[in-house]
């Protein structure tokens, strides 16, 4: 922020954060046969509101298990250096870039594996995470990858060569970020400043379903930073704390507000913007049909959380739906 132009979105999303709750913005009207009535306000349902964002989460992981073959995955990590994390956050619709060349990177190692006319198939979840523990703007991608090719019977996947995956992606990535119209000079020094290609880790250890799910959707829908996290605030200055990623070091940051509020609505997505991509059988997989994923109504969400009915009146009936108020009673 600080004089730069503020995206739409980013107020339409804390406007929205703002007012949830509010029953002056909309509600539900209950009332019981005794006479004793109840207002429900609307929610906002926004990513960073952190009641509604755990919500999401939750709706959004029991979509990925629907989706999920049972087999473990292998989760890949994809990123690149600092150089280069500001032209995304100028110029977002080159995310897709960064989407693009990951899954076409994994796409090569699996068709000399197999060959190009290969009629078995894997599949790829990649998620964007925009942000780092400090929640500074560091866009890059997460993929959870089958251990196994499917076609009428399973194979063991592949092994995965760290050498290859690094210069593959920078190949890719540098190569649709030149044809988006990047300068030549920064891409050309680029490839001269990191001959070996981008950092690319591929984990040894393997996820099963349930993780890969919990994983994928761990910071799509939730707030970049949970309340926990923010220790104080005082005199215009929020006190936030993270183990560093690099040696797990506790850390205690002061950041002046405006900074802070800053690292937080950088993170808020474009209107539309997709920030979970499926490739192979995942992208044909819609899921089956659960009762589970549909969105729980916020009666049987409080009775879960909670262990009481907001709907039970004191006389002891439960109170019935009347009508809506959509700009509030």
Same mark, same amino acid.
């Given at each position: 922020m600080h004089g730069a132009r503020v995206r739409a979105v980013v107020k339409q999303e804390i406007r929205k954060a703002i007012d949830c709750g509010d029953i002056k913005k909309g509600c539900a009207f209950y009332k019981c046969e005794c006479g004793k009535y109840r207002f429900v306000p609307f929610r906002c349902k926004s990513r960073i509101c952190n009641t509604c964002g755990f919500d999401l989460s939750r709706l959004r992981m029991q979509k990925v298990k629907a989706k999920?073959?049972?087999? +473990?995955?292998?989760?890949?990590?994809?990123?690149?250096?600092d150089s280069l994390w500001s032209l995304f956050r100028e110029n977002r619709r080159l995310l897709q870039c960064l989407f693009d060349a990951?899954?076409?990177?994994?796409? +090569?190692?699996f068709e000399k594996?197999?060959?190009?006319?290969?009629?078995? +198939?894997f599949g790829m979840i990649?998620?964007?995470?925009?942000?780092?523990?400090?929640?500074?703007?560091?866009?890059?991608?997460?993929?959870?990858?089958t251990e196994k090719a499917f076609h009428g019977k399973l194979e063991q996947f592949i092994g995965y060569k760290y050498e290859t995956l690094r210069m593959k992606f920078q190949y890719h990535l540098l190569k649709r970020?030149?044809?988006?119209?990047?300068?030549k000079k920064l891409i050309d020094a680029t490839y001269k400043k990191y001959p070996k290609g981008f950092v690319v880790e591929a984990k040894k250890s393997k996820l099963t379903p349930q993780?890969?799910? +919990?994983y994928v959707t761990r910071y799509i829908a939730r707030p970049v930073i949970a309340k926990k996290r923010i220790l104080k605030f005082e005199n215009d200055i929020v006190t936030i704390c993270y183990n560093r990623h690099e040696d797990d070091k506790y850390i205690e940051e002061n950041i002046p507000v405006m900074d802070f509020m800053e690292r937080?609505?950088?993170?808020?997505?474009d209107k539309h913007f997709n920030m979970i991509r499926y490739y192979g059988i995942y992208a044909k997989v819609n899921g089956t049909p659960l009762a589970g994923r549909k969105r729980p109504k916020w009666r049987d969400k409080i009775i879960h959380e909670f262990h009481q009915d907001p709907l039970l009146c004191a006389c002891g009936k439960i109170m019935k739906f009347v009508t809506?108020?959509?700009h509030g009673p």
């Open positions: 999920l073959k049972n087999c +473990e995955h292998r989760h890949i990590t994809f990123t690149m250096p990951a899954a076409r990177t994994i796409q +090569e190692v594996r197999f060959g190009k006319d290969t009629k078995f +198939e990649s998620t964007l995470h925009t942000f780092g523990r400090d929640l500074k703007w560091n866009p890059h991608i997460h993929m959870m990858v970020l030149k044809y988006q119209g990047v300068d993780q890969v799910a +919990e937080l609505v950088v993170h808020i997505p809506l108020f959509p």
